[in-house]
T-cell receptor, first 114, second 114 residues
Framework: DGGITQSPKYLFRKEGQNVTLSCEQNLNHDAMYWYRQDPGQGLRLIYYSQIVNDFQKGDIAEGYSVSREKKESFPLTVTSAQKNPTAFYLC?????????????FGPGTRLTVL | GQQLNQSPQSMFIQEGEDVSMNCTSS?????WLWYKQDPGEGPVLLIALYKAGELTSNGRLTAQFGITRKDSFLNISASIPSDVGIYFC??????????????FGTGTRLTIIP
């Protein structure tokens, strides 16, 4: 089946540790995105990538890093510099430039910092 | 950046009732998308709108792209228990922001009263 997978579903980390969230898609989409969602809030864009080996900061990139070495994968690292990392993280993908603007989301990863 | 005002923030209805929610912006958008999010899951795309004045249905859901391009409406007819969740509007602004800048509303939480 085509879709977007995120792992793990739940993640716990201690303060001061970096942690990497996985996002994989087999939709052959060029563009991928990472969002952060806090309770009762909308989605805020962390990073996005429109093509392999290229990515741009979103609205709240501080304390996060990404890589896009493969079209199918767009991992997000939450670094110790992120002051309030506990949140629900959502990965999305879209066809990319020249296609529709529809973004499709993965099931999310809930990160809790202990 | 662009702001999307979504209303109402929450709705409490009885099964069988019709539902209306809307999203407004201070600036124009080229695309309006409506998503539904169940607790602990990623948003699922319900309807996509691409032209001012466009009216699109998906089963019991109907959405419209406002003529001014600054608003959109979602209606749900004859609500059922599985309609419970949070509904988000999202919009793509015109260039120079391009496809990557999908702005989200803060959501409308729909609850069905027994």
């Amino acid at each position: 089946d085509g879709g977007i997978t995120q792992s793990p579903k739940y993640l716990f980390r201690k303060e001061g540790q970096n942690v990497t969230l996985s996002c994989e898609q087999n939709l052959n989409h060029d563009a991928m995105y990472w969002y952060r969602q806090d309770p009762g809030q909308g989605l805020r864009l962390i990073y996005y990538s429109q093509i392999v080996n290229d990515f741009q900061k979103g609205d709240i990139a501080e304390g996060y890093s990404v890589s896009r070495e493969k079209k199918e994968s767009f991992p997000l690292t939450v670094t110790s510099a992120q002051k309030n990392p506990t949140a629900f993280y959502l990965c999305a993908s879209s066809i990319g430039s020249g296609g529709t603007n529809e973004q499709f989301f993965g099931p999310g990863t809930r990160l809790t910092v202990l | 950046g662009q702001q999307l005002n979504q209303s109402p923030q929450s709705m409490f209805i009885q099964e069988g009732e019709d539902v209306s929610m809307n999203c407004t912006s201070s600036s124009i958008f080229n695309t309006w998308l409506w998503y539904k999010q169940d607790p602990g899951e990623g948003p699922v795309l319900l309807i996509a709108l691409y032209k001012a004045g466009e009216l699109t249905s998906n089963g019991r859901l109907t959405a419209q792209f406002g003529i001014t391009r600054k608003d959109s409406f979602l209606n749900i007819s004859a609500s059922i228990p599985s309609d419970v969740g949070i509904y988000f509007c999202a919009g793509h602004p015109p260039p120079p922001f391009g496809n990557e800048k999908l702005t989200f509303g803060t959501g409308t939480r729909l609850t069905i009263i027994p």
